[in-house]
């Protein structure tokens, strides 16, 4: 029963540290742009090299 004593403020103020990331991150904008980077991923954007081919 002593354990709850430690166990129940440890796990409030994790909780609390948690909430707190997430309205961090809401506020700098990390979720502004969910399909970007999930679109940026299949264009094709870069210039292809001009190598040698062996042989």
Do not use: H, N, T
């Amino acid at each position: 029963m002593s354990g709850l004593l430690y166990l129940i403020p440890i796990a409030l103020f994790l909780g609390l540290l948690g909430l707190a990331a997430f309205v961090w991150a809401l506020k700098s904008g990390q979720f502004d742009d969910l399909d970007g980077a999930a679109q940026r991923i299949l264009l094709d954007d870069d210039e292809p090299e001009d190598r040698p081919r062996a042989g």
